[in-house]
């Protein structure tokens, strides 16, 4: 680790153990005159009952859901009772599920494993073999699932683990045992678990100031928490306690309040009056919430900074990025060392993008050598640039305990860089990676506070955890190849869920075939109405950047993506569908910039995805089918607005019983425009 001493005042580390009737949470706090407060580190989950029936097959095959002819119950082995199921597949195309339903809700963070053992289990693959999986469906079909590691060869009793969050919108998750489609061998199962993780009884978010806690001097707004409150079973019937205390760099508090909240409430708002005249300085915010028994549950700490002058990029209370004082909406692409060229970055910024985020920093990785160039080109076309960090932990690529270092010089090197948006922190990485993630947020607070970080994930049950860490969030759905494309907005809709209005939501929508990845995938790149499609569901759905994966991704026409499948011609076909959807999403990004969006009476789990904002006496309505049939949606129109074109683009509209029905073909979306 790099001496950073000279920047910041030496380090004053303290632990507070709060001892509680329902666990032991450590919260380390890291004090400094930059940095006053802290990342927090992931506490071990409380887990539920084990929701699965019959786990150990002592019951036979009761409450599973197994084929005829296939998987059976044996006393042969077990590893723990005196049975277990056993299933013996000679077929390498046969393909069978043993599953059984669970009884879980929506928003639930399940964690699931069995123990498993096998015999010359073979595989051709490596996603093929022995394992277990948790998927939910819905009334649309399947939502998703979660496929840990599969198992080969042979092997004694082996536990396998997986996470999963039951998707919004599921009607039915199941849990499966199987050998993969293409694995064959001989292979038991027993003592299968699934269990709920239990939410804390509190969680705190200061939901303004919203931006690691940086205020500007004079600015009146109230500060506001955002409280969640999960009532525990043995709560007497007395008000859960919430104190709030600001303290400046001297300890002299300047204030203190003190709230009451019903113990049955699901939420509350928290406001707190700003003091007058607070200078420029870093100040710390302390919480405490009491529960109904008398217990500090929740110590909490926060980083208050007043600053004369807000950071070069900051992400402002409703989630919008400030790049150099003005609204911006990130509208980018990855690329990689091979397109960062002039000729690329030119095409891109031609294309109707706006942003670029490499994963190689310009094509390098030696922190010594020089990513000027890289930058400069970057900037001389237009484009901001998304500087990558997402490699530079202990045990990944290569790296040992030098890792922050490099980070540290990539840090230094660029953060005064004019075409810097932000910093790329976390590429997918999982919680077991939660300790090192913290580290890399805290050293990019330490070392530029003027530029935000920036974490994508593919796991919706790790954004809650990434929320703490990072000051924009990511997802990536990548719906294109499945059924339909409404992963977007259920995925989009988590995402803005864990951003609380507290972070700002960069969407990585799909610009690849996943065929050139998965060679089992059937071929289907994004057409044009797909892309539009997902753009559309994204921003109806919160999203306040789009980056798109991936420039390079579309040079290539199958597996594997290597000079055997690269082709240019083939991409700038593809380039330029991509550069005219781009191009319609820069003619609304105006609009959406502006903020006024107009409430809509629409119902409840709609097919179609619609959001509308006012742009003077135009009223947009943004609308997306995400489904490859026609479908429509009804609800009245707000006052005082006019239909001046019944068809617009994909989108045809009926008036009847003073209700209006928008409808689109499959794959449909665009925008509606009304009149005053």
């Known amino acids: 680790m790099i001496n950073i001493q000279k920047s910041i005042m030496k380090r004053l580390s303290q632990i507070i153990i709060i001892k509680q009737k329902y666990f032991y949470l450590a919260i380390s706090i890291l004090i400094t005159s930059i940095l006053p407060v802290y990342a927090q580190e992931i506490t071990k989950p409380i887990l539920g009952a084990n929701l699965v029936q019959n786990a150990g097959f002592e019951d036979g095959s009761d409450h599973w859901q197994i084929p005829a002819n296939t998987a059976k119950v044996v006393g042969d082995f077990s590893r723990s009772g005196s049975k277990s199921l056993f299933y013996s597949n000679t077929n390498a195309k046969q393909y069978k599920l043993f599953k059984q339903t669970l009884k879980v809700t929506p928003g639930q963070r399940l964690h699931f494993s069995a123990w498993i053992k096998g015999e010359g289990v073979k595989a051709q693959k490596s996603s093929e073999g022995a394992s277990l999986f948790i998927e939910s469906t819905g009334s649309s079909g399947y939502l998703g699932g979660t496929h840990p590691r599969r198992l080969t060869g042979t092997f004694d009793w082996t536990q396998i683990q997986g996470e999963f969050y039951v998707f919004p919108g599921a009607t039915n998750t199941s849990l499966g045992l199987y050998l993969r489609k293409g694995a064959k061998g001989k292979v038991w199962f027993d003592d299968v678990e699934v269990r709920v993780e239990q939410p804390a009884p509190f969680n705190s978010y200061l939901i303004y100031p919203n931006y690691r806690g940086t205020v500007l001097q004079g600015d009146t707004t109230k500060w506001k928490f955002q409280i969640q409150i999960h009532p525990q079973p043995d709560w007497k019937n007395s008000p859960v306690k919430v104190v709030n205390a600001l303290t400046d760099s001297q300890g002299k508090?300047?204030?203190?309040?003190?709230?009451?909240?019903?113990?049955?409430?699901?939420?509350?708002?928290?406001?707190?009056?700003?003091?007058?005249?607070?200078?420029?300085?870093?100040?710390?915010?302390?919480?405490?919430?009491?529960?109904?028994?008398?217990?500090?549950?929740?110590?909490?700490?926060?980083?208050?900074?007043?600053?004369?002058?807000?950071?070069?990029?900051?992400?402002?209370?409703q989630g919008f990025t400030i790049a150099n004082g003005k609204r911006f909406f990130p509208m980018g692409v990855f690329i990689n060392a091979d397109t960062d060229s002039d000729l690329d970055l030119q095409r891109i910024a031609e294309g109707g993008f706006n942003t670029v985020l490499s994963y190689y920093y310009g094509g390098k990785t030696d922190p010594q050598a020089d990513m000027k160039p890289y930058m400069e080109n970057a900037q001389k076309r237009g484009l901001k640039v998304i500087y990558s960090l997402k490699d530079m932990y202990p045990g990944k690529h290569g790296y040992?305990?030098?890792?922050?270092?490099?980070?540290?010089?990539?840090?230094?090197?660029?953060?005064?860089?004019?075409?810097?948006?932000?910093?790329?922190?976390?590429?997918?990485?999982?919680?077991?990676?939660?300790?090192?993630?913290?580290?890399?947020?805290?050293?990019?607070?330490?070392?530029?506070?003027?530029?935000?970080?920036?974490?994508?994930?593919?796991?919706?049950?790790?954004?809650?955890?990434?929320?703490?860490?990072?000051?924009?969030?990511?997802?990536?759905?990548?719906?294109?190849?499945?059924?339909?494309?409404?992963?977007?907005?259920?995925?989009?809709?988590?995402?803005?869920?864990?951003?609380?209005?507290?972070?700002?939501?960069?969407?990585?929508?799909?610009?690849?075939?996943?065929?050139?990845?998965?060679?089992?995938?059937?071929?289907?790149?994004?057409?044009?109405?797909?892309?539009?499609?997902?753009?559309?569901?994204?921003?109806?759905?919160?999203?306040?950047?789009?980056?798109?994966?991936?420039?390079?991704?579309?040079?290539?026409?199958?597996?594997?993506?290597?000079?055997?499948?690269?082709?240019?011609?083939?991409?700038?076909?593809?380039?330029?569908?991509?550069?005219?959807?781009?191009?319609e999403m820069d003619a609304i990004i105006p609009v959406i910039l502006q903020d006024n969006k107009v409430t809509l009476d629409v119902p409840q789990n709609a097919d179609v995805q619609v959001a509308a904002w006012q742009n003077g006496n135009e009223l947009l309505i943004l609308l997306a089918n995400p489904y490859y049939e026609e479908k429509d949606i009804t609800f009245t129109l707000p006052h005082s607005w006019k239909i001046k074109e019944a068809n617009q683009g994909q989108i045809n509209s009926t008036i009847h019983d003073g209700k209006i029905t928008f409808t689109l073909p499959s794959i449909g979306s665009g925008v509606f425009r009304l009149k005053r």
């Open 400 to 583: 040992g305990n030098e890792a922050f270092d490099v980070a540290a010089k990539h840090l230094e090197m660029m953060r005064d860089n004019p075409a810097l948006l932000a910093w790329y922190t976390n590429d997918e990485m999982g919680r077991e990676w939660m300790t090192k993630m913290t580290k890399m947020y805290n050293l990019v607070k330490q070392l530029d506070p003027n530029h935000p970080a920036y974490q994508v994930q593919n796991k919706m049950e790790e954004l809650e955890n990434n929320a703490t860490i990072a000051d924009v969030l990511g997802i990536d759905p990548y719906p294109v190849g499945s059924d339909d494309l409404s992963s977007t907005s259920v995925k989009t809709g988590v995402a803005q869920n864990a951003a609380r209005a507290m972070k700002g939501l960069w969407i990585v929508p799909q610009l690849f075939d996943l065929s050139t990845y998965f060679p089992d995938q059937k071929s289907q790149f994004p057409s044009l109405n797909e892309m539009r499609n997902q753009a559309f569901q994204a921003i109806i759905n919160g999203a306040k950047g789009l980056i798109w994966y991936s420039y390079y991704g579309m040079m290539y026409e199958k597996y594997p993506r290597d000079k055997s499948t690269f082709n240019m011609e083939l991409f700038h076909r593809r380039w330029t569908d991509t550069s005219a959807m781009a191009k």
């Open 253 to 317: 508090v300047l204030l203190h309040t003190s709230n009451e909240v019903a113990p049955t409430k699901e939420s509350a708002e928290i406001v707190l009056d700003v003091p007058p005249h607070l200078g420029v300085g870093n100040y710390t915010l302390q919480q405490t919430i009491t529960d109904p028994n008398g217990e500090k549950v929740l110590q909490d700490s926060h980083a208050i900074h007043v600053v004369k002058k807000m950071p070069n990029v900051y992400i402002d209370a």
